[in-house]
């Protein structure tokens, strides 16, 4: 069983004991299944809570999730389990600075089998977990596509369009103009983002009268889209994201874009698919480092929802707190209109007395946080998505916990689950990177 801190990906997210409780029989449960090495949602067969009171437990973290977010790039691993648990690993000896697995007859390594946690207890191991599904979600029962009906989208449209989609989740709004009406939104200040946005909306095929190109500041953008079956398809949005007319660096750096969620049909896309739409969010919100690519958002919803989709997608992912509420981000001249000035916090000090009264701070309104994913093969793949621990330092057992405990039974037998700790407003702070586990 699990700790009453932990948390299970279900087709509504990723959900705690309670939420669980109230709703098992309705929901499903994300299934990972080793055979196909994708996730499934199916319906749990059982659910379990066992009162408070102390249970013999078995930790296994890299880092306290109770005290601070984890590295950039880094394992980020912390699961409690009761000591009967069942585990979903590979088992090796410890050898200086690494594992040597455990192997058959032909030499090979064993594959990722169930053990219960209170058998990795033993000095001296290496245990391997895993953090992704490497061919994304099954979509084989999926229904078809709505996008590609409503708005006459091709097969080679398709990724572009999807990655279209991204994009404007993470840099896009409705619009409404007393003169041209309705429209949709595209804004971009890179060169290379508005380079792609004129190259995908010519594979669109847009009508002429319903696609406009316009200069909003000196260093943004604006493409937008009034064709009607675009906006009817967009609808959903309008009345969140208005754009007011009036462009103010200092809100728009800090604008909590609380109301983006992914639409219903994102969680149907096949793995490739997701990839295009991770993509354009990334492209609007994001970066990439030598470890992990990187997505931004102030939305404690949107984070959560990227993180599954990045799961659908074949990634290992997990989030950390960048800045909080009240961080100054940087420095706008006085009276500014557009960010082409903004300077540094570390170019602001480095201005004598008389420059710096020409600024004003940039002040975040919100918590931002930051995803980070990777998949096997980049950089940092192999800690993300096949992360090792040592039992020596890294699993020990816990006798003080006193709690309740819970699990569920799903038909593959494992389930994706995370660790959380939350703030006194009980809102999700940190989590620890998602693992699949026995259930």
């Not at 069983?1 to 098992?24: A, H, N, P, Y």
């Not at 949602?41 to 408070?52: G, I, R, S």
């Not at 999730?65 to 009761?82: E, F, Q, Y």
């Amino acid at each position: 069983c699990l700790s009453e801190d932990m948390r299970i990906q279900t087709d509504r997210g990723f959900l705690s004991l309670d939420e669980v409780k109230e709703q098992w029989k309705d929901i499903k449960i994300a299934n990972y299944d080793h055979e196909t090495k994708q996730i499934k949602y199916e319906k749990a067969l059982n659910f379990l809570v066992k009162d408070e009171m102390n249970h013999k437990m078995v930790e296994f973290c890299d880092y306290d999730i109770t005290a601070g977010r984890g590295k950039a790039g880094g394992r980020d691993i912390s699961l409690l389990v009761t000591e009967d648990h069942d585990m979903f690993v590979q088992k090796g000896r410890k050898v200086k600075y690494h594992t040597i697995y455990d192997t058959n007859s032909e030499k090979e390594v064993d594959p990722f089998q169930k053990i219960p946690a209170r058998d990795l207890l033993e000095k001296g191991l290496g245990v391997r977990f895993l953090a992704a599904a490497e061919n994304g979600i099954d979509v084989s029962a999926a229904p078809a596509a709505p996008y590609k009906t409503a708005l006459g989208i091709t097969e080679s449209q398709n990724l572009d369009f999807l990655e279209l989609y991204g994009f404007w989740l993470g840099d896009g709004s409705m619009g409404q103009n007393m003169t041209s009406g309705n429209h949709i939104i595209f804004a971009a200040r890179k060169e290379s983002d508005i380079k792609w946005l004129h190259d995908v909306f010519e594979k669109m095929n847009l009508h002429k009268d319903y696609f406009r190109v316009r200069d909003r500041t000196l260093d943004m953008v604006e493409f937008r889209v009034s064709d009607p079956k675009w906006k009817l398809f967009y609808k959903e949005y309008a009345e969140k994201y208005v754009f007011s007319g009036v462009y103010d660096s200092n809100s728009h750096l800090n604008t909590p874009k609380s109301g983006k969620w992914f639409s219903s049909w994102v969680w149907n896309l096949n793995k490739e698919e997701m990839r295009a739409v991770i993509e354009g969010i990334r492209r609007a919100d994001g970066d990439f480092t030598t470890y992990n690519k990187n997505i931004y958002t102030s939305s404690i919803r949107f984070r959560d929802e990227l993180i599954r989709a990045l799961l659908h997608a074949g990634y290992s992912a997990k989030f950390n707190l960048k800045y909080s509420k009240g961080t100054i981000r940087g420095y706008s001249p006085v009276g500014q209109k557009g960010n082409h000035k903004i300077v540094s916090p570390k170019v602001y000090e480095n201005f004598n007395e008389s420059t710096k009264r020409k600024y004003t701070p940039i002040k975040a309104k919100y918590d931002n946080w930051v995803i980070n994913y990777a998949e096997d093969g980049s950089p940092s793949g192999k800690q993300c998505v096949r992360p090792n621990l040592y039992s020596d330092t890294e699993i020990k057992r816990v006798d003080n916990y006193v709690g309740r405990v819970w699990c569920v039974t799903v038909p593959t037998g494992l389930i994706i689950a995370q660790r959380v700790h939350r703030d006194a407003d009980n809102n999700v702070i940190r989590a620890s990177r998602p693992i699949v586990v026995g259930n």
